[in-house]
């Protein structure tokens, strides 16, 4: 369980420092319209995070990590993250950025041609952080999920 929560507290302030990143560089104001196309390498840190996460959870058998124990390891980490993540997001977005959810929604009421009424409903805060926790709990979910099957698969080869 410790292993889950340091790793999972790791994977949330990733997810803080990234946003921060993104904010000095200008991706959530000035360069907005290429904060959807960046926000995906994201995943390179995630994915490692989760690798190492799983990598040094309780091994369940000699000589390396079953299935089931890498995949619990990597859900462990994905509920302490999911956890975590509207706290980092509600930190960033009141106290660092408070204009960030504003430029997201007027970015894609002019790109996008969302209405306005849905576009502030969408980037309001409780609802920003609903999404964000869901999204982290499924993508979380699938990366443990492939991270155990790789992990097993090499267990057998």
């Keep these: 369980m ?6 999972g507290a790791l994977f949330a302030l990733a997810i803080f420092l990234w946003a921060l990143v993104e904010t000095i560089v200008g991706l959530h104001g000035r360069y907005i319209r290429y904060h959807e196309y960046l926000s995906y390498f994201f995943a390179v840190p995630s994915v490692g995070i989760m690798y190492w996460g ?3 959870g309780k091994k369940t058998k000699p000589g390396g990590v079953s299935f089931r124990s890498a995949f619990a390891n990597g859900l462990g980490i994905t509920t302490v993250v999911t956890l975590l993540c509207p706290v980092v997001w509600y930190v960033f977005c009141v106290a660092i950025n408070p204009a960030f959810l504003d ?3 007027h970015h894609v ?3 996008k041609g969302m209405a306005a009424s849905l576009a502030f409903q969408w980037y309001s805060l409780p609802t920003f952080l609903f999404m964000s926790a869901f999204s982290t709990a499924v993508i979380g979910t699938i990366i443990s999920l492939v991270i155990a099957i790789i992990m097993a698969r090499r267990q057998y080869k």
């Design 103 to 105: 430029n997201m929604a």
């Design 54 to 56: 799983i990598r040094s």
């Design 2 to 7: 410790l292993n889950a929560i340091r790793y």
């Design 109 to 111: 009421t002019d790109t």
